[in-house]
């Protein structure tokens, strides 16, 4: 018996790539952004480590030129989610009680993979699904996606020695199970990253999972299955269930062994789930562990003191990067009367000096918003503003379908703090900029922190250390990310866990511990070594 403690100790963080002209890895990449671009793949459901072709089928296009078809993926049906179930509970009978750390090397083989042997295939099919630029899709599709499972089997080491005290009579000691039951993984288009760690954080303490993933983000979605099987990944541990999401869903959530969901998405959803849960609390075996990012309304406050070239630069790039497809981008800025002028100056030049296109153009900063759906939500967002007396567009504004779903950055300039766009989520590339006066600093503040019910990321800018300060706890429960003097996006795995409170999710924090241990339930085992011989106690006796 192998009897040896282990302790995985911090990684390092995956080193990003330049892919500058020319170099290895550039040419890989547009190689593979070549064969996948001229080839369609068929993307069956996988339950229980076989590939399941239902014949409902839907197509994948890429956003930025959709008229082109990338694959086309089979839907499950009731049926399926009903064997993805059973799959998922016979697997847990194995998966949670093998040793950990040949879960955690499953994991770490797939990191390794995806660093050397599927780079190229991981991130191009990022770019080309979900119309990512190369460095977007390497911090996410790449590195983050490795970040989370080097990291999960670091964390995973640190929970297990979490052990309580013994006494000289007795041997105690903490086992950490598995959640009785499934999971059930509902992932996101933007990040194929959060769709292996919504998946892969839970199967490092031993559970299985049901995983839907979004339907826009197939593709790279389905290679992220096939690794983690070449990594060893056995059969049933995670369950790729493609398909509609009430169909699903309503599977799903009825069953008795409905053990946690893990899930990235919309704060409707979230919603929906929690409250289709509370419905059902009697036929579960156990209460269900909630855990949701939702999304946010995030937020730049310009103090007096800032410096008007670097809150430019920070708000394009966090309110730009990835068309705003980020739930951390910032949507809404604050800023005084007497910086204005300069910083208004520098964003219409920077935001109308932004080239969008295709992403294999790679000198395009912007490519295309997700899909139609997504394109005539923003674009309604955008001639609101138009129609408005309230407000004034600066840049951008524009918008067009006819090839990809492209709109170019746009900048709303509003004399109402309150205006629809500074409170509602678009999820797309506008940002909207209320101007208040300097002698106004607490009002601004104030209507900062009270006009959207979220709570995920927000940043401040200025020099004045002592009034950031006193910013940062004036903000204390208004973003569970903040940010000094920097965009209130990129949060890196290990450096800074991610996630919100208020209407942006449980704050359980991916990419750090506290994640994990929502994956656990905690058994503590007492072993008396000489037991009572009566029931009395001493004092009795006298």
Known sequence: MNNAVYNFQLPENERIYDYLKGSAERVALDNELKRQATEEVEIPLIINGKEIYTGVTQNVVMPHNHSVVLAKYHMATEKEVKLAIDSAMNAHKVWSN?????????????????????????????????????????????CETIDFLKYNASFASR?????????????????????????????????????????????????????????????SNYYLMKIFMEAGLPAGVINFVPGSGPVIGNEVLQSKDLAGIHFTGSNGTFNHLWGTVSQNLPNYKSYPRLVGETGGKDFIFVHPSADAYEVAVNAVRGSFEYQGQKCSASSRMYVPKSLWPSIKKLLVEMAEDIKMGDVMDHKNFMNAVIDNKSYTNIVSYIDYAKSSSEANIIAGGTYDDSVGYFIRPTIIETTNPRFKSMEEEIFGPVLTVFVYEDKDLDRAIELCDTTSPYGLTGAIFGKDRVALASLCDKFRYAAGNFYFNDKPTGAIVGLQPFGGSRASGTNDKAGGEFNLVRWVSPRTIKETFVSPTDYRYPYMME
Do not use: C, H
């Open 159 to 219: 929970i297990y020695q979490i052990q309580p005290k013994s006494a000289f009579s007795q041997l105690n000691r903490m086992e950490f199970r598995a959640l009785e039951g499934f999971v059930f993984a509902v992932s996101p288009f933007n990040f194929t990253s959060i769709a292996s760690n919504l998946n892969m954080a839970p199967v490092m303490m031993g559970n299985t999972t049901v995983w839907k993933p979004a339907t826009t983000a197939i593709l």
């Open 98 to 142: 093998l040793a950990w750390t040949v879960r955690a090397s499953i994991l770490l083989k797939a990191a390794e993979l995806m660093a050397t042997k599927y780079r190229a295939l991981l991130s191009a099919s990022t770019m080309l699904g979900q119309s990512k630029n190369i460095f977007q899709s390497e911090i996410d599709a790449v």
